[in-house]
């Protein structure tokens, strides 16, 4: 079992940056794949960034491609996305998930962190 607590969401004013983390503890992290996901209300949820265990693949959806980057740090245990230039469209809650393998898909992930509320005002 792979536990993953996220942090470092939080409100800013459109433009601004902030860089989430995701903390892994139980088994070996350098295993998983991770992904980053966010859900804003009434809308379904939707895949951000993923990163490969290696952490040489990187993967972003068209929306945050070229603002966001995702990175991890095996020493630490703990993957990143860093935030720029963020837009109101961007509040959502931000969830973490590790799989076998980088994915696009949420069913393709086994653990999964509670979120973080990033909001981002006009």
């Known amino acids: 079992q792979v536990q993953l607590v996220e942090s470092g969401g939080g409100l800013v004013l459109a433009g601004a940056s902030l860089k989430l983390s995701c903390a892994a503890s139980?088994?070996?992290?350098?295993?998983?794949?991770m992904g980053w996901f966010r859900q804003a209300p009434g809308k379904e949820r939707e895949f951000v960034a993923a990163i490969s265990g290696s952490g040489e693949n990187k993967y972003y959806a068209d929306s945050v491609k070229g603002r966001f980057t995702i990175s991890r740090d095996s020493a630490k245990n703990t993957v990143y996305l860093q935030m720029n230039s963020l837009k109101p469209e961007d509040t959502a809650v931000y969830y973490c998930?590790?799989?076998?393998?980088?994915?696009?898909?949420?069913?393709?992930?086994?653990?999964w962190g509670q979120g973080t509320q990033v909001t981002v005002s006009s």
């Open positions: 998930a590790a799989g076998v393998a980088p994915a696009v898909r949420g069913r393709d992930y086994d653990y």
């Open positions: 139980g088994r070996t992290f350098r295993r998983y794949a």
